[in-house]
């Protein structure tokens, strides 16, 4: 199985929920398929939806949520 | 007692814009900053910088707890909120009170009852400040609507008292409408809220946007007239002007008299803005809310007036009473100010933060650039997309837009997409030009999509 990765298409904030008080969009475990949400980024106040690119199951988040990101940057580790 | 020292708790063009006027007072500056701010203009202007936490704002710049202990360590007698953040946050004005600091600002209980809307309506309505007719509180029947709508005319708003962000919301133009419409209104607030009681506003169809700049020492009140902000997208400023070049003499006075009235009734201190509604057909004008603050857009005030705002508040949040009397303050040519955002006005406003490659900023008489940027600054793109303001003064409304033109044709900022070409195709539209616009101009106009005529400039860098 090979290990994959989403990246942040852009630079900000990255947020695991669509808001404080909703489950996150995607937890360690959970399957990934191909233009799934799996959190936002929040640039200059316009929140972005990061949606994968490829499928399978999150091994584990590579940034906490409301941690600062850079366009590019790892998001989230797949398996399969 | 004057202060010595100040902690400036933002960032951006308006923490520039304080270090500057603190500077020239004598004041020791030291600017707070967010970890992603380390290396912005005000803190390389500053005399001292102190970090405040993480990037993410809710960790930093609205971080109370931290911003007070940081002012604390650093010594300060004063800490400046700029605008945004926690400028209208009465706690925060109270805690630094509190720790045995000055707030440059009003009062926390100021602050607190001119941002509740329903006491600052109370509080306009005591001043005999007029704001937009309608229901005095919840209405529970028909007859009841009635009364209030023969009272204040069509068009009304039929809003749901319990609804909120929009729903339950009607407009209603005639009797006929009435008739069919508000016992609706009525049914479907109480399927949907649990709560049949609605609240009838006049409608205000097509309104400028004129605000009132105050100052006050706490017992008197002076203003600095009036500007207009009506051309808006999504209800965020875009242009503004000073003076409203199309208010009459005698509203104009009517107005900044209101505006006096309510800051004095509060014993208002600091600098302030009234904003009101001012319907052009009918001449009436309709307070909104106070912004207990300096704004973004106060240059076009100070260029006008040759009144430095920001170097005012300072002094008297220090305890100087006002040095200006309201016959020492008048109105000189017209001024126009630009907002400069890092955003693609091609591509739906998409924020675009990068780095400066280059930068070209305009110059000549009457032409201010207020700024964070400088070539080699990576734009974080963890706050907002304001990069800056590029503000023009002439002897005249016509003389002042060509100034502009002018000025924003020079104007360049490398590797990055700015807001410019959409003032260049404003400052030549033909409406703008004569003044002839309202607060849904804006978004009217760029639904007609203008900005294919303004040759998009390539990205360098």
């Known amino acids: ?80 | 007692m004057p202060i010595t020292s100040l902690l400036i708790a933002n960032r951006g063009e308006i923490a520039v814009r304080i270090v500057r006027a603190a500077r020239e007072l004598g004041i020791r500056t030291v600017q707070a900053h967010s970890d992603a701010d380390a290396d912005m203009l005000a803190v390389r202007l500053a005399d001292d910088a102190v970090s405040i936490g993480p990037p993410h704002a809710a960790k930093s710049y609205l971080n109370i707890d931290a911003i007070v202990e940081a002012a604390r360590a650093k010594g300060v007698d004063a800490i400046h909120p700029g605008y945004g953040f926690l400028a209208e946050n009465a706690d925060f004005a109270d805690a630094i009170e509190a720790a045995g600091m000055i707030f440059v600002g009003p009062s926390g209980s100021n602050i607190r009852l001119l941002g509740d809307k329903v006491a600052a309506r109370q509080a306009a309505d005591a001043a005999g400040v007029p704001t937009v007719p309608g229901s005095e509180g919840r209405i529970d029947d028909v007859a009841a609507a009635r009364a209030v709508v023969d009272e204040i005319g069509y068009p009304v708003l039929v809003k749901a008292a319990a609804g909120g962000g929009g729903r339950g919301i009607r407009v209603i133009t005639s009797a006929e409408e009435f008739d069919r419409l508000v016992p609706q209104a009525a049914a479907e607030a109480q399927a949907a809220f649990g709560d049949g009681g609605l609240y009838i506003e006049k409608l205000i169809a097509r309104a400028r946007h004129v605000e009132v700049q105050v100052l006050g020492d706490g017992t008197d009140v002076v203003h600095c007239y009036e500007r207009e902000c009506s051309l808006q997208r999504r209800r965020q400023k875009v242009w503004e002007e000073a003076p409203a070049a199309m208010l009459d003499d005698d509203i104009r006075q009517s107005l900044c008299a209101a505006a006096v009235a309510l800051a004095k009734s509060v014993g208002y201190r600091g600098a302030g803005t009234a904003e009101f509604l001012y319907d052009d057909e009918t001449r009436d004008f309709y307070f909104i809310e106070m912004n207990t603050r300096i704004q973004v857009e106060h240059p076009v005030t100070e260029l006008v007036t040759g009144i430095d705002l920001v170097r005012e508040m300072i002094l008297i949040a220090g305890g100087e009473p006002l040095r200006l009397a309201q016959d020492d303050i008048a109105v000189s040519g017209h001024a126009i100010e630009c907002r400069i955002n890092a955003e693609d006005p091609y591509n739906d406003f998409m924020p675009f933060p990068g780095t400066v490659a280059g930068l070209t900023v305009p110059g000549g008489p009457g032409v201010r650039f207020d700024t964070m940027l400088y070539p080699g600054y990576a734009i974080p793109p963890f706050y907002d997309s304001l990069l800056g303001k590029l503000i023009v003064w002439d002897d005249s409304r016509d003389a002042a837009l060509a100034r502009l033109d002018g000025a924003l044709a020079e104007f360049d900022v490398e590797g990055v997409t700015t807001t410019a070409p959409l003032h260049q195709a404003l400052v030549r539209d033909d409406d703008v030009r004569a003044g002839a616009f309202h607060t849904k101009f804006l978004e009217q106009w760029l639904e007609r999509e203008p900005l294919g005529e303004v040759k998009k400039r390539e990205v360098a860098g």
């Open chain 1, 1 to 80: 199985m090979a290990s994959k990765q989403i990246l942040s298409p852009l630079p900000g904030t990255f947020y695991r929920r669509s808001s404080p008080d909703q489950p996150p969009y995607k937890d360690k475990g959970d399957s990934v398929a191909e233009g799934d949400v799996i959190g936002l980024v929040e640039v200059m106040k316009s929140f972005n939806e990061v949606k994968a690119d490829t499928a399978g199951t999150v091994v584990e988040f590579l940034v906490e949520n409301e941690d600062p990101v850079m366009a590019g940057q790892p998001l989230v580790e797949l398996d399969g």
